[in-house]
């Protein structure tokens, strides 16, 4: 597993967990992440574990739920995501009722029973050992409390207008690389498809998963900008052994601001990929 911030540095391009990476991410699906966050169904008074929080952007959201008596706390590896948690706590209204703890997820130093929800945000992509951190979650989940996942399912990532066949090129390509040679440390692209199954496996009861469409259209905030751009280029990365430079040369062409070919200014511009929410009773 993950031992350092440093090492989960995207090799192949992307920081898919640096600050600056996550709060993009953040901004640019604020609106949807509040929707799933109501779908939780919390209610004030509930305490809460956001396992994997990073820099507790999700951990906030948490928190506007269970105020005023309730309690979040956030639990992250990363000296450096816990250490801006907590930098950015210091102005954060909800500052009462949130925590923040540099803890690895396999083993958090929570006594047994103790959450109401334990929310595993944008974190499964980078799990091997599946049951054993769901071992985990349940073993600090009160009995009749829930485990909530959060993340994407990499198989649908539409970019409007650019030609459908050279955007499945690049989707097929970075796929077929992921498979023949998985990223280390892992990163599942597709792991949003096996939530469903991996909570009914691991014997949580009342299992239900939701897919949210996150769609973006013009004018795209700058946040947005680089976050479609760079999951863009993190494809055409990772699936440049499969790919024509032809193919690379129009894929990127698409994303440059300078190329008459860029799209993210475009009025018809449709962005579209696909979040997934399995949540399951201990
Ligand atoms: C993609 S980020 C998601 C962060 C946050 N949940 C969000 O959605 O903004 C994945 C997080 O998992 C954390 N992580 C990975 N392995 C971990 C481990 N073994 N223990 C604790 N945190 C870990 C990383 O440091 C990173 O913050």
């Not at 009462?96 to 992509?125: M, R, W, Y």
């Not at 829930?146 to 399912?153: E, L």
């Not at 299992?207 to 280029?233: C, D, F, H, M, W």
Request: charged share 25%.
């Amino acid at each position: 597993m993950l031992e350092t911030n440093q090492s989960l540095k995207g090799e192949k391009g992307l920081e898919l967990t640096n600050v600056e990476w996550l709060l993009d991410h953040h901004k640019t699906k604020l609106q949807e992440r509040g929707e799933t966050v109501d779908d939780l169904n919390l209610k004030p008074g509930d305490v809460v574990l956001d396992l994997g929080c990073g820099p507790g952007l999700w951990t906030h959201l948490l928190a506007e739920k269970v105020k005023p008596n309730g309690r979040v706390i956030g639990v992250d590896f990363s000296p450096d995501l816990i250490n801006y948690a907590v930098e950015n706590l210091k102005k954060d209204p909800l500052s009462n009722i949130i925590e923040f703890q540099k803890e690895n997820f396999h083993d958090v130093p929570f006594d047994n029973d103790t959450f109401d929800l334990v929310f595993f945000g944008n974190c499964f992509a980078y799990v091997t050992d599946y049951f054993k951190i769901m071992e985990e979650m349940r073993r600090v989940t009160k009995k009749g409390g829930r485990i909530a996942a959060k993340d994407f399912d990499g198989g649908l990532f539409i970019v409007h207008p650019i030609e459908p066949q050279l955007s499945l090129k690049i989707l097929a390509a970075a796929a077929q690389v992921l498979k023949e040679n998985p990223p280390e440390p892992l990163f599942d692209n597709f792991v949003g498809r096996k939530m469903q199954g991996l909570f009914l496996q691991a014997g949580l009861k009342d299992v239900s998963t939701t897919s949210y469409a996150i769609q973006k259209l013009s004018p795209l905030i700058p946040e947005a900008k680089r976050y479609i751009t760079g999951n863009a280029e993190w494809h055409a990365k990772i699936g440049t052994p499969y790919l024509s430079e032809e193919d690379l040369k129009q894929w990127r062409a698409h994303f440059d601001p300078n190329s008459d070919n860029y799209i993210l200014d475009l009025e018809e511009f449709y962005f579209c990929m696909l979040e997934v929410l399995t949540v399951g009773t201990v």
